[in-house]
């Protein structure tokens, strides 16, 4: 070894011992463990949903009253004349587009996909922000 570094672990020796060892107080833990509790309490946020149960259920029964109430109580037109007047306004607007397969394609399978992903995102951040 070189005279440096005997000089240099020497006098880390005597700083060393004059150093003495910390201890921490007594009720160390005690405090610690009170600002772990304080911050968990902090963290519980019980859930709510943005639409709870009886809106949804509200909901649900309206949606059913629309479609029996058109079902059954409301007479079908058969105005011929009527439809083809504005189906054929309809087809002459759109009779100059033509969309490829793919475009079609797309359409059929993104909206598709779309759904799929909103679920297995919603999974994932269900099980990593589970209480």
Same mark, same amino acid.
């Given at each position: 070894?070189?005279?440096?570094?005997?000089?240099?672990?020497?006098?880390?020796?005597?700083?060393?011992?004059?150093?003495?060892?910390?201890?921490?107080?007594?009720?160390? $833990? *005690?405090?610690?463990?009170?600002? /772990?509790?304080? %911050? +968990?309490?902090? @963290? &519980?946020? !019980?859930? #709510?949903?943005?639409?709870?149960?009886?809106?949804?259920?509200?909901?649900?029964?309206?949606?059913?009253?629309?479609?029996?109430? $058109? *079902?059954?109580?409301?007479?079908? /037109?058969?105005? %011929? +004349?009527?439809? @083809? &007047?504005? !189906?054929? #306004?309809?087809?002459?607007?759109?009779?100059?587009?033509?969309?490829?397969?793919?475009?079609?394609?797309?359409?059929?399978?993104?909206?598709?996909?779309?759904?799929?992903? /909103?679920?297995? %995102?919603?999974?994932?951040?269900?099980?990593?922000?589970?209480?």
């Amino acid at each position: 070894m070189k005279e440096s570094d005997k000089n240099i672990e020497n006098l880390i020796d005597k700083m060393m011992a004059e150093d003495k060892l910390e201890s921490p107080s007594l009720d160390f $833990t *005690s405090k610690i463990m009170a600002n /772990v509790l304080a %911050l +968990e309490e902090k @963290k &519980l946020k !019980t859930y #709510k949903p943005l639409i709870s149960k009886p809106v949804w259920f509200f909901i649900g029964i309206v949606v059913a009253a629309i479609v029996i109430y $058109t *079902s059954f109580f409301t007479v079908p /037109v058969n105005n %011929l +004349e009527f439809e @083809k &007047l504005y !189906t054929d #306004k309809i087809t002459t607007v759109f009779s100059g587009i033509h969309f490829s397969k793919n475009i079609l394609y797309a359409v059929l399978i993104v909206p598709f996909m779309i759904l799929i992903q /909103v679920g297995l %995102l919603k999974n994932y951040f269900d099980k990593k922000y589970e209480l």
